[in-house]
């Protein structure tokens, strides 16, 4: 905040400007420069960090709680292990059903269980094979492949929600912290102001009504203040619930951020979506997984087959004479005769659930598209109300609390409008914050549903 120099006010109101001035000295933010006939007040611009339970704790940069995120979330790492689980699945789809092996004694006599009582009693030993239909494994197996790729696009995609959320918190509790430093500004402003207000009315010079607004006023923003830490202790929380920490855990914001405000093209930004976008991959994935589901289900009318070949030693006879052994082969095959009942079911099943996912995707297209542009347009409006504060609305303001105080120092303003105009400029200031802050959650969002994150200019 900035004071322009006037002359030196009369010498009736002297005690009171000596006590502004006195007062003025004690704040750390105001510089105060007295010449013979003027005065200057300079109030510093306030970049207080949060002020945290532990000192000790360091400050973390949007990009470090990225990187913290990224490597301690527990969400995502869920993902990760389901996606690592499934890659595991298609060699399993695309193997052969293990083998059988058999050992048996057949056709042994019950009245005395001898192995050589009968010419028909005999130990066998075998293995069989199950064998689909040709081409059937091979789908099996693409099926898995397609659904294991679609799982590792899905943990791209939560990677990208889990970077917007903690930009977007980050930013939030940055806001905060910019919020709580204008309202200690304005705290100072006012506790001066009753000051100046009280010298006043003790010369004669000026009303117990205007020490009595501004101390409503302070009180105001006390209890503002009080909310507001209350509202930055729960994203605290919430903050450190993404990095994994434990939510009492200090988050030390920087005072000062780097901020980017590119030019946003809706459309481009759409079409880009297409193509970069891992939603969209993982969809298309499950498409061509479903596809496929189809072909197996047709397939299925198909009959699969067992082979098999079995060994049986006979023992000799009571009387010591040889008995030859026997071998066998043996062929199986399922009769789907109830085709109509199963296999064609499963084929509808299987085409419905194609449909599903063409739809799944459409909509997803769709409402892709459509928060592009709606937040684009937001971004947009942000953005040109952000440039309205700093270029015009803040100077306006600030221009208006000098004129209005300058006139007040000679009596020639009334104190309301003064404590009007003051405090519509800090509530400008908080506007500004609001509409940076906005614009970068924004841009997070945007480089979500785009994904890819967004540059500069």
């Known amino acids: 905040m900035f004071f322009n120099a006037y002359p030196w006010p009369p010498r009736r109101a002297y005690l009171a400007w000596a006590a502004v001035i006195g007062l003025a000295a004690l704040s750390p933010g105001l510089v105060v420069d ?24 360091a400050i973390l940069t949007q990009d470090q709680a990225v990187g913290l995120a990224l490597v301690s979330n527990p969400g995502l790492s869920e993902i990760k292990a389901r996606a690592e689980a499934m890659a595991a699945v298609p060699s399993q789809e695309g193997a052969l059903p293990d083998p059988e092996l058999k050992v048996g004694a057949l056709y042994l006599p019950t009245n005395s ?14 293995i069989s094979q199950e064998i689909p239909f040709p081409g059937k494994l091979a789908l099996r197996e693409k099926i898995a492949e397609q659904e294991a790729l679609a799982a590792a696009d899905s943990v791209d995609e939560a990677r990208l929600r889990l970077v917007r959320d903690v ?35 003790q010369v004669g010079n000026g009303s117990q009504q205007d020490v009595l607004l ?20 729960g994203q605290n ?35 880009k979506a297409l193509h970069t976008r891992p939603l969209f991959a993982q969809h298309h994935k499950m ?13 299925d009318f198909y009959p699969d087959f067992t082979v098999g070949a079995f060994y049986d030693a006979r023992q000799n006879t009571p009387s010591g ?23 064609a079911k499963a084929v509808d099943q299987r085409q419905g659930e194609l449909l599903q996912e063409q739809y799944a995707l459409q909509d997803e297209h769709r409402k892709v598209q459509a928060e592009i542009a709606a937040k684009s347009a937001e971004y947009r409006q942000t953005k040109d109300r952000l440039l309205l504060l700093e270029h015009e609305i803040l100077p306006q303001a600030q221009q208006t609390v000098d004129s209005l105080l300058a006139g007040y120092q000679v009596s020639q303003t009334d104190f309301t409008d003064l404590l009007r105009t003051q405090l519509s400029f800090f509530q400008y200031q908080s506007q500004y914050w609001q509409a940076l802050v906005s614009t970068q959650q924004l841009l997070a969002e945007l480089s979500a549903e785009v994904g890819e994150e967004l540059g500069h200019d």
Not at 34 to 57: L, M, V
Not at 113 to 126: A, I, K, Y
Not at 187 to 200: C, D, G, H, N, P
Request: glycine share 4%; hydrophobic share 45%.
């Open 287 to 299: 498409l061509d997984a479903a596809l496929t589901k189809v072909n197996l289900a047709k397939r």
């Open 113 to 126: 269980f001898n192995l050589r009582q009968d010419d028909f009693t005999m130990m066998e030993v075998g």
């Open 167 to 201: 930009k977007q918190g980050w930013w939030r509790l940055f806001y905060y912290d910019r919020a709580l430093s204008l309202l200690d500004e304005s705290e100072s402003f006012f506790r001066q102001l009753i000051a100046v207000a009280q010298a006043k009315y």
């Open 34 to 57: 007295i010449s013979t006939h003027t005065f200057h007040i300079d109030w510093a611009k306030a970049q207080a960090e949060t002020r945290p339970a532990n000192g000790n704790e």
């Open 214 to 233: 501004a101390q409503l006023e302070l009180s105001k923003l006390k209890d503002e203040k009080l909310n507001l830490i209350g509202m930055r202790d």
């Open 321 to 343: 004479q040889s008995r030859s052994d026997f071998a066998s082969i043996q062929l199986s095959v399922n009769v789907p005769i109830y085709a109509d009942r199963k296999q």
């Open 237 to 271: 929380a919430r903050f450190n619930a993404l990095l994994d920490r434990a939510a009492e855990t200090p988050v030390r914001i920087p005072a000062e951020a780097g901020f980017k405000l590119p030019i946003i093209d809706g459309s481009a930004l759409q079409d």
